[in-house]
């Protein structure tokens, strides 16, 4: 023990000593080390190169060493000519290429961006069947280019790259989520973009709200509907009084959820629903900070809940103002939607505003229908698809104005190799072999807890290996499908210590868990039965990542 503690302080120390220097253009570049063999090949002494730590080490990745702007293309250009016109390392000068397109951007150069992405084709000609760099890196390129398309107005030709970058990869949640967040900077539902948001709900049942909204605007009216009642019933039962550190916290369903669960189901003629939503989310009061019960044994603690709670009750209270302003249009809405037209012109010359909703269009057409033209002055004089177009193209300014292309840059999938692929096979524990799958039954014993862990391998890869063998079980099982019921994803760090007190940490690989339940596709339980849509096939799953991942279709 005692020697490993002298090691473990041996290693930290030349690693202060290393960081303590200008880091290399390679790492402000993209915060990986200079390839090992370079110098070699270049002709270069390794020693005396200004890109290697004390006694010949090679730097270690640092992504914390990142420039940025102005500083971080410098970076780039440098490290670039140094590589010179190898094709050693083509991967690597892709990879290159994309961070000076990430630096430009933050730099405000969207141009130069697109055109060091669009270089990388020809970097890569040839590697066509590299599954790994198409997978990731070359994913990436793709998201990246969407992202600065759509940040420029070029929605129609970002949202074909973002979508073919989602089919590339349709198991990774980290790739649906950063296509869902560039489709839905235009609201408008098309079928295409129903495809993705689905793929994105069977991946995990958080984003069912993604879905909801996009079919609000021109999707199918049941479907939007039923969606925004499971939501509005995860609330519920999420959102029940519970007691901490002798606080009572009594929380309400969010007030926008109501709102957006009412008019859904006014648009699909649900009208008494419509009625028993407005009718609660009038009923709502604005959130008091709870008084509190027993004192706690720490005052501290209830002290830090009091302050987390007055956040929540503002958000909140900001949010039943918003829906509360909002609450006239549904009742006219639903008036019209009645057929008393006469008391829904009333309505409508007594409500000053409307919100930025689809559902302003089909009232305004059926206000308008088989009656003379309205004055100019009226907002009738428009017909419904106009408005709805309107109400598109502001809310479509609005996200634009929003998206941050460096932010979203930030959250690209890792460059996948396969030298770095930790095996599909099962943990070991007790430090022999942390890497690989485990598994055990979930808290409500209703299924299992799938966990995929990996030291060397990509955030990407460990969570498409966990669904994996989530496949794998559920075909051992006789089962068909499986539902993923929650999921986790984690950084995992290598933490030295010395006398109880930490020395260093490194960044050790990543680990995801995923609550899964088998199922039969075609006949779910009941209490799944609303479910249905985010079933994934097992054998499909297995089927296609299992060529990737598996050394041998034995595991199976």
């Not at 030349?14 to 080390?33: F, I, K, N, P, Y």
């Amino acid at each position: 023990m005692k020697s490993r503690i002298v090691m473990a302080l041996a290693l930290s120390a030349v690693a202060g000593s290393a960081s303590a220097r200008e880091a290399s253009v390679w790492l402000q570049c993209d915060g990986l080390a200079r390839p090992e063999t370079l110098g070699s090949l270049l002709g270069r002494v390794v020693i005396a190169s200004s890109t290697f730590g004390l006694f010949g080490m090679p730097e270690n990745n640092h992504f914390q060493s990142f420039a940025r702007g102005e500083a971080g293309v410098h970076a780039c250009t440098a490290a670039l000519a140094e590589l010179g016109a190898t094709t050693q390392f083509w991967d690597r000068r892709a990879h290159l290429l994309k961070a000076r397109a990430i630096h430009s951007v933050e730099a405000g150069d969207p141009d130069s961006a697109l055109a060091d992405l669009r270089s990388t084709h020809d970097v890569t000609a040839g590697h066509d069947q590299d599954v790994y760099f198409n997978r990731s890196l070359g994913l990436s390129i793709k998201l990246l280019e969407a992202a600065i398309l759509a940040k420029r107005g070029q929605y129609d030709e970002a949202a074909s790259l973002a979508v073919a970058a989602s089919d590339a990869r349709p198991y990774s949640l980290q790739v649906a989520n950063l296509t869902v967040a560039i489709l839905q900077l235009d609201p408008a539902w098309s079928a295409e973009k129903d495809r993705i948001f689905t793929r994105l709900l069977a991946l995990t049942p958080t984003s069912r709200t993604n879905r909801a909204t996009l079919r609000d605007w021109g999707g199918p009216a049941d479907g939007a509907a039923d969606d925004w009642r499971l939501v509005l019933a995860k609330e519920r039962a999420t959102h029940q009084p519970i007691v901490r550190a002798g606080v009572t916290i009594t929380r309400s369903p969010d007030p926008i959820v109501l709102l957006m669960a009412a008019l859904a189901a006014a648009r699909a003629g649900r009208l008494g629903e419509t009625h028993a939503l407005l009718d609660e989310l009038d009923g709502l009061s604005a959130q008091a900070l709870p008084s509190a019960g027993q004192p706690p044994a720490k005052e501290r603690d209830v002290e830090m809940l009091r302050s987390m709670l007055d956040m929540d009750a503002t958000r909140f209270n900001a949010d039943l103002a918003l829906a509360k302003a909002n609450v006239p249009f549904g009742r006219l809405y639903l008036t019209t939607l009645e057929g008393k037209r006469a008391e829904a012109l009333e309505q409508f010359a007594r409500n000053p505003q409307f919100p930025v909703r689809p559902q302003v269009g089909d009232m305004i057409d059926r206000l308008r229908a088989g009656q003379p033209a309205p004055s100019s002055s009226s907002l009738l004089q428009f017909d419904g698809a106009t408005l709805i177009e309107r109400a598109r193209q502001q809310q479509r300014a609005i996200s634009i104005a929003r998206f941050d292309v460096a932010r979203f840059a930030a959250l690209l999938p890792d460059l996948d190799r396969a030298d770095m692929m930790n095996s599909y096979s099962g943990q070991i524990g007790f430090g022999l072999k942390e890497s690989g799958f485990k598994d055990h039954p979930t808290k409500d014993k209703l299924g299992r807890t799938i966990e995929f862990a990996g030291q060397t391998t990509t955030l990407t890869a460990v969570e498409e290996m966990a669904l994996m063998r989530a496949a794998e079980l559920t075909i051992q099982s006789g089962a068909k499908g499986f539902l993923v019921t929650d999921r986790r994803d984690f950084q995992q760090y290598q933490v030295m210590t010395y006398g109880g007190s930490e020395v260093s940490r490194t960044a050790a690989g990543y680990k995801a868990e995923a609550d899964v339940v088998f199922v039969d596709p075609d006949a779910p339980p009941e209490a799944l039965a609303a479910q249905k849509d985010r079933i994934l096939h097992a054998e499909k799953v297995w089927t296609d990542l299992s060529p990737i991942y598996a050394k041998k279709a034995e595991n199976k």
